[in-house]
């Protein structure tokens, strides 16, 4: 659990110094996406299968959230039109 803890908070950190630039934010939009993704999924298979508590549930509410809103982040490319992460 501390390990995991551990890799969510330098994934954070790393999220919160990106730059204003495009290519730091999508470089965080994906780091958002697929960290929010892995968690949801990891929660969605193991509280059916019992290896995780129902508590999981709420967890996987709060990511499937970060899913929306890193998607929902904008990164402009040159010209200013939105790009694909």
């Not at 969510?8 to 950190?13: D, E, K, S, Y």
């Amino acid at each position: 659990m501390r390990t995991v803890a551990g890799l969510l908070v330098t994934t954070g950190w790393g999220q919160l110094r990106a730059r204003p630039a495009a290519d730091s934010l999508a470089e965080a939009r994906r780091s958002g996406l697929g960290t929010a993704g892995v968690l949801l999924v990891a929660d969605v298979i193991s509280v059916p299968t019992g290896r995780a508590r129902r508590a999981h549930c709420l967890d996987a509410v709060v990511e499937a959230g970060w899913v929306l809103a890193w998607w929902c982040v904008p990164t402009q490319g040159p010209g200013g039109g939105r790009r694909a992460a």
